[in-house]
């Protein structure tokens, strides 16, 4: 077996993020107290402790941020570091991973954790009928094994040096064996705080968890509140007036409202969250890839950024890599808005007119229905009629996300290229919003999971963001920076974490009052 730690990777080259930690990171000792309240976008009726089902901040930070543990936690500086796992080693093809767990960690009802949490929590994901967003990273694991009661082996059809890191993702939750269904039902977890009271789509309050494995490290607030606010304009007056004491997602067009306020802090950090404009490639008009292509010339990606982030953030390319990723293909040609080209391509399509349907809500981003009316006003030069179909922001992610032809969308991105594109753009995962399926990208998708050398591996993470800019089915007209408010009350580390929202969705574990 062959243990691979940070240091290591740096000197070999091996695969981009595979970063192993045999510990906890040492954080300096804030000041423990307080609730912190926090008002959040995101949340709906539908929400559950499922973590299969989670899609959005709201539960992402009550889960996985919160109430619940992964195997291990993606740090606030892009860096992996064990949670309930203390260390992993794998064979040198990168198919066999052995886990080790931490010891002496209990659930929130005193069960102890243990290797069989691990494999019964792994197990949900690819249970018959299940639909998780974690399956394609599941079903990769052809056998679990038991090693002892703190250590579990996982054998893969194929290697994969990213395996740890897709350890971390948020709908991989671990549960006590034997007793998921009560887990989910209740909020049973090895996390920081104990759930003492949940309604869906309006709030969750839970205390601190005495004796918790992570000592006085981490979890600093005695109590959190997380409160569903899903209007924007609600989230801003709720945070100035004081009834909540940060708040996700700013309207950029109040932000000088927020920064005037002197109790009031902005923070802002660049990551890989991008907004799209996802087709399902499998239906009419979309399965054309001269209409696709079309499209692609006809958004003016530039005055998205200028007019709806106001500068936070920088045009798209097509692609979900973007510049917090280690192969990011920042040199690539960048596709620019040109109506000629459009019309070119319309034309290649056996087309002079395209009459579409594009169903949008604020709901997937901030901002997003009035992009879709910019959108609708430069793609009309080349023929192109887009309707503006604003959509109820109320179960969106349920009712028109994967189901509506053409739709607004957000994705957080991913820590590693193989984690974004395993999850968003294999063929047949259920969070494929295209449904697009290419043999060269698919090939290639195999191939640079499992390769080692970090050149090659560079080489074929370009050709496919190349693949996807040219011939995809997703318009990703920009990527936005990440910016919310707190009050100057609260306490933040040095670095905030760029792969989720809030801290990487951790600000209970990671923030104090000052």
Request: proline share 4%.
């Amino acid at each position: 077996m062959t243990r691979i730690s940070r240091r290591g990777l740096l000197k070999t080259g091996a695969a981009a993020g595979v970063l192993a930690m045999t510990g906890l990171p040492a954080v300096a000792m804030p000041k423990r107290g307080g609730k912190l309240r926090a008002g959040l976008s995101g949340a709906n009726t539908s929400d559950s402790w499922d973590g299969r089902t989670h899609s959005d901040l709201f539960m992402i930070a009550s889960a996985q941020g919160s109430v619940f543990d992964s195997l291990t936690m993606v740090a606030a500086d892009g860096s992996l570091q064990g949670e309930l796992a203390e260390s992993w080693e794998a064979t040198p093809d990168a198919k066999v991973w052995t886990f080790n767990l931490r010891q002496g960690v209990t659930f929130h009802n005193g069960k102890s954790f243990g290797a069989d949490d691990v494999i019964e929590s792994l197990q949900l994901h690819v249970a018959e009928g299940a639909k998780s967003a974690a399956k394609p990273i599941v079903s990769a694991i052809t056998e679990m094994k038991k090693m002892g009661d703190h250590q579990v082996q996982f054998t893969l059809a194929n290697g994969n040096a990213d395996f740890p890191y897709l350890m971390s993702d948020y709908h991989i939750l671990m549960y006590p064996a034997g007793q998921i269904e009560e887990a989910i039902a209740n909020g049973i977890g090895t996390g920081l705080y104990q759930v003492t009271s949940f309604e869906p789509g309006v709030r969750m309050t839970a205390k601190r968890y005495e004796g918790h494995y992570k000592g006085d490290g981490a979890g600093f607030f005695d109590e959190i509140e997380y409160i569903a606010i899903n209007d924007n304009t609600a989230r801003m007056n709720a945070l100035m007036t004081g009834q909540v004491d940060a708040i996700n997602r700013i309207d950029f067009k109040t932000e000088a409202l927020l920064k005037a306020n002197p109790n009031i802090a902005i923070q802002e950090v660049t990551g890989n969250q991008h907004y799209t404009f996802p087709m399902l490639s499998k239906t009419a008009p979309f399965d054309d890839l001269n209409v696709r292509r079309a499209l692609k010339y006809g958004v003016n990606r530039q005055e998205m950024v200028d007019k709806i982030l106001l500068g936070h953030g920088q045009v798209g390319n097509d692609t979900p890599i973007g510049p917090a990723n280690q192969y990011y293909a920042g040199d690539m040609e960048q596709l620019e808005y040109d109506p000629d080209k459009a019309a070119f391509y319309m034309k290649e399509a056996g087309l002079t007119e395209l009459n579409i349907d594009l169903s949008a809500s604020n709901a997937a981003f901030e901002g997003a229905v009035d992009a879709a009316q910019l959108y609708q006003a430069s793609a009309k030069g080349a023929g192109i009629n887009i309707n503006v179909v604003q959509e109820p922001a109320d179960g969106y992610w349920s009712n028109v996300w994967l189901k509506k032809p053409w739709c607004a969308c957000y994705w957080s991105g991913r820590a590693t290229e193989d984690w974004m594109f395993s999850t968003a753009y294999e063929a047949g995962v259920p969070w494929n919003d295209s449904q697009w399926d290419h043999p060269r990208f698919q090939e290639l998708l195999l191939s640079a999971r499992a390769e080692l050398d970090s050149n090659k591996r560079r080489d074929q993470y370009r050709e496919m963001q190349e693949i996807l800019r040219t011939d995809g089915a997703v318009i990703v007209p920009m990527f936005a920076n990440y910016v919310q408010a707190i009050s100057t009350k609260l306490g933040v580390p040095e670095t905030v974490g760029n792969l989720w929202q809030m801290d990487n969705a951790r600000m209970a574990e990671r923030w104090w009052f000052s």
